[in-house]
C-alpha cells in the first residue's frame, strides 16, 4: 500500500510539474521574457480588473481611469494626466492659436495594450502639428469599456470645460453598436475584483478563445447590423451632435471607424450614411486590414486590441482624411 500511494504521489507531482511547465513554456511563447515579469503580468486583466479604474462623480460615466498613473496595462506602458486621461499632461484653457479635439471612444482609443504616446490620436496630434506649423492637441477621453451612451456622457459633463474645436469619435467597429445594459434603480458602487494576471492559466484562456471562435464559424448570421443595432446609433449620434453643438454650433465630428479587421461593406454603408445624416464626417479605417492576418495587428494572440502597426495603419488612414476632405483645419497642412 505504501508503494502503491508513493507512485500515485510521484505520478501527481509529475503531472503537476509538467503542466507546470507547459503553462510557462506557453507564456514564453506568447510574452517573451515579460513571461517571467510577475509585475508585468499582473496587470493583463481586464480594465476593470486592473486596479487602475475609480468611480466617476457622474452616474451616466460611472467609472474613469485613475490620475497620474504610471503602469503597465497589457503589458505596455499606460500614463495617465493629472485630469486621469490616457494622455501627456495639457493645461485646461486651451493655448492661444492652438487648435484641440477631443478624442471620444473605448479601449481602441484609449489605447489598451499600446504604449500612451503610440496611440492613433498622439500620432495624429504630432503629424499634424508638424505639417501644419500650427500646434494641435488631441485630448483623449476614451476609457476602456466605454460605448455610445458614455461617450455621450462625457462629452456632456467633461469635455466643455476643455474649449474643443472639434470631436473624433473612435467608433469600435467591435462592439459599438451595442447598447449599454440599463442601470436598474440606484447606481451601485464600482468595485470590481482585482484579478492578478500572473496567476491566470493562458493555456485554459487559449482553449476557451478556440472554443468560443469555432462557435463563431459555425454561426452563419454575419456581422450584418439589424434594424435595432442602426437605430440605437442613430439615436445615440444625434445626442453626440446636440451635445457637440451646446458646445460651439456646427462643431466638426469626425467618425473614425475603428477596427482590425475587414466589416462588412453593407454595415460600413449604413453606419457612414447615418454618421453623415448627423453632419460628421466618415472615415473607415478598417479596410487597411482586407486581407489580413488578426493576429498580425492585436497586441496579444489572446487578446485582440489593435497594437501599435495597427495604431500607426489607423493614423495614416485618418491623416489621409483631414488632409483630403481639410478638416480639423488642415487648409494650410505644409506636407
Not at 453632419?279 to 497594437?307: C, E, K
Not at 488632409?323 to 505644409?334: A, K, V
Amino acid at each position: 500500500m505504501k508503494t502503491l500511494a508513493g507512485n500515485l504521489l510521484l505520478l501527481l507531482l509529475s503531472t503537476l510539474f509538467a503542466l507546470l511547465l507547459l503553462e510557462q513554456g506557453f507564456r514564453v511563447w506568447l510574452f517573451g521574457w515579460q513571461a517571467f515579469d510577475s509585475a508585468a503580468l499582473r496587470n493583463n486583466v481586464p480594465v476593470n480588473n486592473a486596479g487602475i479604474m475609480q468611480q466617476s462623480a457622474f452616474d451616466d460615466i460611472y467609472w474613469e481611469l485613475k490620475p497620474d498613473l504610471d503602469v503597465s496595462f497589457k503589458l505596455a506602458h499606460l500614463t495617465t494626466n493629472s485630469h486621469g486621461l490616457a494622455d501627456r499632461e495639457y493645461p485646461l484653457h486651451k493655448p492661444v492659436g492652438t487648435y484641440r479635439i477631443a478624442v471620444l471612444g473605448d479601449s481602441y482609443s484609449m489605447a489598451s495594450g499600446v504604449d500612451t504616446d503610440k496611440n492613433y490620436h498622439a500620432l495624429l496630434e504630432k503629424q499634424l502639428s508638424a505639417s501644419t506649423g500650427r500646434p494641435y492637441e488631441f485630448i483623449n477621453f476614451a476609457v476602456g469599456g466605454f460605448g455610445l451612451e458614455r461617450y455621450n456622457a462625457t462629452l456632456e459633463h467633461k469635455v466643455p470645460a476643455w474649449q474643443p474645436d472639434a470631436i473624433l469619435l473612435g467608433y469600435c467597429g467591435f462592439n459599438d453598436h451595442f447598447a449599454l445594459p440599463p442601470p436598474t434603480g440606484a447606481v451601485p458602487p464600482f468595485n470590481p475584483p482585482r484579478i492578478d494576471g500572473f496567476r491566470l492559466s493562458y493555456v485554459m484562456e487559449y482553449i476557451r478563445l478556440r472554443e468560443a471562435e469555432k462557435r463563431a464559424r459555425e454561426d452563419t448570421t454575419g456581422m450584418v447590423l439589424s434594424d435595432k443595432h442602426l437605430a440605437f446609433i442613430d439615436r445615440e449620434l444625434a445626442r453626440t451632435r446636440e451635445l457637440a453643438d451646446r458646445i460651439k454650433p456646427g462643431m466638426p465630428i469626425l467618425f473614425a471607424y475603428l477596427d482590425n479587421r475587414a466589416h462588412s461593406e453593407q454595415d460600413l454603408q449604413a453606419i457612414a450614411a447615418i454618421a453623415q445624416r448627423h453632419g460628421m464626417a466618415f472615415v473607415d479605417t478598417s479596410r487597411q486590414f482586407a486581407g489580413t492576418r488578426i493576429d498580425d495587428y492585436s497586441i496579444q494572440l489572446l487578446d485582440s486590441h489593435p497594437n501599435a502597426p495597427a495604431h500607426a495603419l489607423f493614423a495614416a488612414t485618418l491623416l489621409d482624411a483631414i488632409r483630403s476632405q481639410q478638416l480639423f483645419g488642415s487648409q494650410g497642412d505644409r506636407r
